[in-house]
């Protein structure tokens, strides 16, 4: 009773004003029930996400909704817009998407509310709402985590096609980096591998894991 008491005041909205009330109504409830009860409706969650996106930074928004998921359970392996759990709503390009954290490890999936292709626009959108995060996709869905490549020893890989895209390698990774997303597409044509979209001021970026 009292870890759940301590998760309500927490990450459930409730105030210390309201601790006898929540300690009679939890005592009545299973454990389930307990924390359904003290888990703040999607309409709170994503209003404190969209203020704390605007107010600090997108990963200070991550970082409370993966600790909230966390402390709350609210990881899904299979997220949909049945909302059987809260999640992030996002609007790309006029399309309704979700985004939820599929485990403790940090990795979250974006899925849309209907069924139907995407391409790599959507995904480099998704990379600037996101930027501290690589977006890839993987078994036709698209899933986002937060990947620490700052120790690479990048070295620049020569090239004359094209000239607004630099590219470079390291013993595990191919980066390709450029103003232009469709050029950075195109080069990325030439190297085999799990890609990852990122972005970083105005450049279009994308990983290949080797």
């Not at 909205?13 to 359904?36: H, I, M």
């Amino acid at each position: 009773m009292s870890d759940m008491l301590k998760l309500a005041l927490e990450y459930g909205g409730f105030t210390s004003l309201d601790k006898v009330y929540l300690e009679s109504l939890l005592s009545t409830l299973t454990p389930e029930q307990q924390l359904a009860y003290i888990t703040p409706p999607p309409s709170v969650i994503n209003a404190y996400f969209a203020e704390i996106y605007q107010k600090q930074n997108p990963q200070a928004a991550t970082d409370y909704y993966f600790q909230l998921s966390k402390a709350l359970e609210l990881f899904q392996t299979e997220p949909s817009f049945a909302e059987k759990k809260p999640f992030v709503r996002l609007n790309l390009s006029g399309k309704s998407f979700g985004f939820a954290y599929v485990n403790e490890t940090g990795l979250a999936q974006i899925f849309p509310e209907k069924k139907g292709e995407w391409d790599s626009s959507l995904l480099f959108e998704l990379a600037q709402i996101f930027p501290h995060l690589l977006i890839y996709q993987k078994e036709e869905k698209i899933f986002a985590e937060q990947v620490n490549l700052e120790h690479q020893d990048w070295q620049e890989m020569e090239q004359e096609r094209f000239l607004l895209t630099q590219l470079a390698e390291s013993a595990d990774w191919i980066r390709i980096a450029g103003l232009n997303q469709d050029e950075v597409l195109e080069a990325a044509e030439a190297y085999p591998g799990q890609v990852y979209y990122a972005w970083s001021g105005r450049q279009a970026i994308l990983y290949i894991r080797k």
